[in-house]
């Protein structure tokens, strides 16, 4: 949805956030934000489309979306560009309390390569422009970037003494493209205060409790309404005890409390209907069932967020206070689905005083927090979570939505979707697959588990449809280590029939399966002969139990003629390093490439912390290992942390990463061995099916891969250097697979049994 976005400026006041993380810690004195919007904008040189400076008060423009009229265009028909952007500040705001300028911009150019774009700040002091920011983080593919550009040095200079005017000049280096813009915002910072927030210490970690809530259902539609049951849901005890006894291990409840709260401060909220949904969460809790409790449909915070900024943080002082020494199996979910005015650049300015105020009296509860533009996945990236322990990301996933939405009569246009259906095509679950991990990813990137808070397809899609896209999205999302709510009970997205008081047992079976999925992949037995050829003349005309054989360099037609033996075929990919002679790589950016390896020219280790860039090149070469019909990947230099590769790399960024991929793997069927690593197996073990380790012997470190065959899994080791009879029989005591190659890894084996 859009909302009309014709507002003047309005100066924004927030507290940022600051945790005490120990009892003896002393207060923290926090700054506040001052959020000012562009009052004007005029061209010098080049041209725009004259769109309304309104249109560059709110983000709505993400990756490679293209609504014109929503955002401004800089245009350079003949010459370089060049004009200015006015911002003024409030007079209230002395320039000498300014501690931070900020200037938050989305964008939309070509790479610097062909056209470099400035943002500069006049000095008032000085009578000369500073630039602050270029499009740096353009690439080809023009996609939007959120950036936010901090002004240097001594800060009253921006700021004209009289006028409190802050401008901001734009120009490009030559006419070789345009300039785009979404969002251009002032963010000031001055110095405030808060109480102190208590400690937060001892709480249930949100990985901990994510996997403890693995299947939700939301209770949509009942309390979220105007008034219960006004959209045809009226919620009954009986209702929890179905969804507890189906299966399901939480229930988010949706809750419009704006509806029932007074609308001058202290905000009251109506103490009958406060008990109304202390009935709901006390009911779920004794049925077994954690909750997500959520504020749901606050519209007003889409046309004028700020001006609703006192109410939204009293309602939750209020609800906060009321839930303090409830268990911690309920959780808070401060706004679903923020859009319209409130949003990236609010969302993530309003976040941190929400969360602050909550955690006067929580200081561990978990605080469920999606991304502006409806938790819509694609905008995760734009969300800026404060430094908080107990933070649990969310996002909601509807896709494809003219197949999830059609005939929904809240969604303008969408009958004319009517009959578009998902019947499970290989593209039709790629295109799921893609989504996922592009949310996972995201989470690997910030150590932080997640949340499908709702997915769903309303009634008017055909119905086996429904049921195929719902397994399909519920298995996918557990696959990768997700917990998900699905949308919604017992109304238009409803699992359950309410008049019938049964559940609809086709979408009950998708969501909650009546026996366990079998694994959809296979793997070695913990004793198998094995050869490994990389270089030479292929040859696999023995019947070993497995080959690993290159992902790029073998065809389809030797994996074929291997599983037609009855072998398994184990697919060697790097995950860890780019190297110049593979055929994709070029989608590997410059800021990813590292270090180079030694002894190995043309690669070098890769950034494993920007899981978000190179996810789309590795689930591409997953999706290769399943069209070329391998069984299972083996997937190399997954210890780039502990080795020279020109990053500041973590154990836990390595961690992180290594999960994603066996996720990855995992959801499309393939199985996924562990590439050394050694050091973090105990940690790995539950995720990979099998560990092929270098040199184990020789280095003494085998006993550090025991924990995979505790496990039952195969252990399949190379020695370069050792003669077989110097560590075969340790080996085979081990019941480790183990050979003696060359390092070349041609056809030469001598095996250890």
Not at 686 to 710: H, M, V
Not at 711 to 733: D, H, M, Q, W
Request: glycine content about 6%; proline content about 6%.
């Amino acid at each position: 949805m859009k909302i009309s976005r014709v507002i003047r400026v309005v100066i924004v006041i927030f507290a940022t956030l600051a945790v005490s993380i120990s009892a003896q810690a002393k207060a923290v004195i926090p700054n506040r934000n001052v959020i000012v919007y562009m009052s004007r904008y005029s061209t010098v040189k080049g041209s725009s489309n004259k769109v309304p400076v309104s249109a560059m008060r709110a983000m709505d423009q993400v990756s490679d979306w293209n609504e014109p009229g929503t955002y401004v265009k800089f245009t350079t028909p003949t010459s370089a560009y060049s004009g200015y952007h006015r911002f003024f500040l409030p007079k209230t705001i002395l320039p000498k309390n300014v501690k931070a300028l900020n200037l938050a911009v989305n964008y939309r150019t070509p790479a610097m390569a062909k056209q470099v774009w400035n943002w500069s700040a006049y000095d008032w002091t000085l009578k000369r422009w500073v630039v602050i920011g270029k499009n740096s983080a353009a690439q080809n593919n023009w996609t939007w970037n959120y950036v936010k550009f901090k002004f240097p040095g001594t800060l009253p200079r921006f700021i004209h003494p009289i006028s409190r005017e802050v401008r901001i000049r734009l120009t490009s280096s030559n006419a070789n493209g345009d300039a785009s813009i979404d969002v251009e915002d002032l963010i000031v910072t001055i110095a405030g205060s808060l109480p102190e927030a208590l400690p937060a210490s001892g709480g249930v970690s949100p990985f901990t409790r994510v996997n403890e809530m693995r299947r939700g259902m939301n209770l949509g539609d009942a309390l979220e309404a105007p008034n219960e049951g006004e959209w045809g849901v009226t919620l009954q005890e009986s209702y929890f005890q179905a969804i507890k006894d189906a299966g399901f291990d939480f229930v988010r409840i949706p809750v419009k409390w704006s509806g029932h709260s007074a609308t001058v401060s202290p905000y009251t909220i109506d103490p009958v209907f406060l008990a109304r949904v202390d009935w709901a969460v006390d009911t779920a809790l004794s049925k077994g069932l954690m909750v997500v409790l959520d504020m749901h449909h606050y519209d007003e915070l889409a046309i004028s967020p700020w001006t609703q900024r006192p109410r939204l943080l009293g309602i939750w002082k209020q609800l906060a206070a009321h839930y303090q020494n409830y268990p911690d199996t309920l959780m808070f979910e401060p706004v679903s689905e923020p859009n319209g005015m409130f949003d990236v650049v609010s969302w993530n300015a309003m976040l941190p005083e929400i969360i602050r105020t909550i955690r006067q009296t929580n200081s561990t509860r978990i605080i469920v927090v999606g991304s502006a533009y409806w938790n819509n996945p694609e905008w995760l990236k734009t969300l800026e979570l404060p430094k908080d322990t107990y933070l649990l990301p969310t996002a909601h996933y509807y896709n494809p939505f003219e197949f999830t939405h059609q005939g929904a009569g809240w969604v303008g246009g969408s009958d004319a979707w009517l009959g578009t259906q998902w019947d499970g095509t290989t593209e039709n679950k790629k295109s799921v697959m893609n989504d996922l991990d592009k949310i996972a990813a995201w989470g690997a990137m910030h150590n932080l588990p997640i949340l499908i808070g709702e997915f769903g397809a309303y009634e008017k899609a055909d119905y086996d449809d429904r049921v195929r896209w719902t397994d399909f999205v519920a298995r996918q999302a557990e696959a990768r280590g997700m917990a998900w709510s699905y949308w919604e009970f017992a109304e238009g997205f409803g699992a359950y029939d309410p008049l019938t008081d049964t559940w609809r047992p086709e979408l009950r079976d998708a969501l909650i399966p009546p026996a366990p999925p079998a694994a959809s992949y296979t793997f070695p037995a913990q004793v198998s002969s094995w050869q490994i050829q990389y270089s030479g003349a292929i040859n696999t005309s023995a019947n070993y139990d497995v080959y690993n054989l290159d992902l790029f360099d073998t065809p389809a037609a030797t994996i074929a003629d291997l599983h037609s033996r009855n072998i398994f075929a184990m697919c060697y990919f790097s995950a860890g390093s780019y190297e110049n002679w593979r055929s994709d790589q070029s989608q590997f950016p410059t800021i990813v490439r590292g270090a180079n390896l030694d002894g190995w020219p043309g690669e070098k280790w890769l950034d494993i912390r920007r899981v978000d860039l190179l996810a789309p090149i590795m689930t591409a070469r997953l999706d290769l290992a399943v069209e070329k019909g391998c069984d299972g990947v083996d997937p190399d230099n997954v210890d780039g942390y502990a080795n020279s590769s020109g990053f500041a790399l973590t154990a836990q960024n390595q961690i992180n990463y290594n999960h994603f991929l066996a996720h990855a793997a995992h959801a499309r069927g393939l199985s996924i061995g562990l590439k050394n690593d050694l050091n973090q197996i105990s940690r790995l073990v539950g995720d990979f099916d099998w560990a092929l380790n270098e040199q184990c012997f020789y280095y003494n470190e085998c006993n550090l891969l025991q924990p995979f065959i505790d496990a039952g899994k195969p252990v399949f080791n190379i020695e370069y250097e050792l003669r077989t009879s110097s560590f075969c029989a340790r080996a085979n005591a081990l019941n480790f697979n183990s050979l003696r190659k060359d390092m070349d890894l041609t056809a030469f084996r001598e095996p250890c049994r």
